[in-house]
Structure formats: structure tokens, C-alpha cells
């Protein structure tokens, strides 16, 4: 299983900013797929969890209202954040976990996802 991430980068306070995690080697409407991202010196914080089935998501409060998780039918899963802050700046990553895909409900806890993206670094400028 390999996920790849894209779209990280450099953007301004309150800019949006899209990332993309392409997916190989699994089944996918199998697997739930999660964003995450951490900070420096702080824990990895899940952001949002996708079904692939039948694209249910959970986001995170932090996240509510200003990003979007949405997947296609080329196991693909995109993540689209508007109204950055500073705060936001993090390495994101997706990850990929069979035990939620198939449990049929979405979960945030980065601990529940085996398979996991190298991470793309996002800098949000004040």
C-alpha cells in the first residue's frame, strides 16, 4: 500500500490551499482514508476521515466549516482548506486504514490508520 501526497506549500493568511493524496496497492472502497498533520513540537492532530465507499466524512472541530475532504473514482483523496492562519502551518499527511473502511465509520485518531503518506509541508505567512 503507497500513499502519496501533493499540493503543500507556501501560502498567505486567510489563502486557500488544496492537497492531493494519491493511493496504489489496495482495495479501495475498502479502506477509510484520514488526514493528519503535525506541528513542530506537538502531537499529530487528525484533521478529517473519509469512507471511500460511500465518501462519509468526520472533521475535526479545529477544521469545521473551513476544510473539505472529498475523494474520486481514481483513488484519490483530495483535502481542500480555505481561511488558513499561521496555525495551520503543519507536515500533512494521509493515511490509509482497512479496520475503519470496513467498520463503515469514519475516525480521526491518527493511532487507528496503519498506512501512511511521506507528508507535505504547508506554511501558512502572517
Known amino acids: 500500500v503507497q500513499l502519496v501526497e501533493s499540493g503543500g506549500g507556501l501560502v498567505q493568511t486567510w489563502g486557500p490551499l488544496g492537497l492531493a493524496c494519491a493511493t496504489s496497492?489496495?482495495?479501495?472502497?475498502?479502506?477509510?482514508i484520514g488526514w493528519s498533520r503535525q506541528a513542530p513540537g506537538k502531537v499529530r492532530e487528525g484533521l478529517s476521515s473519509?469512507?471511500?465507499?460511500?465518501?462519509?466524512t468526520l472533521s475535526a472541530h479545529s477544521v469545521q466549516g473551513r476544510f473539505t475532504n472529498s475523494r474520486d473514482n481514481a483513488k484519490a483523496v483530495y483535502l481542500q482548506m480555505n481561511s488558513l492562519s499561521p496555525e495551520d502551518t503543519a507536515v500533512y499527511y494521509c493515511?490509509?486504514?482497512?479496520?475503519?473502511?470496513?467498520?463503515?465509520?469514519?475516525?480521526?485518531?491518527?493511532?487507528?490508520?496503519?498506512?501512511w503518506g511521506q507528508g507535505t509541508p504547508v506554511t501558512v505567512a502572517s
Open positions: 473519509i469512507l471511500s465507499t460511500d465518501g462519509s
Open positions: 496497492g489496495l482495495i479501495f472502497d475498502d479502506y477509510a
Open positions: 493515511a490509509a486504514s482497512y479496520t475503519i473502511g470496513t467498520q463503515e465509520m469514519p475516525a480521526l485518531d491518527p493511532d487507528e490508520y496503519t498506512y
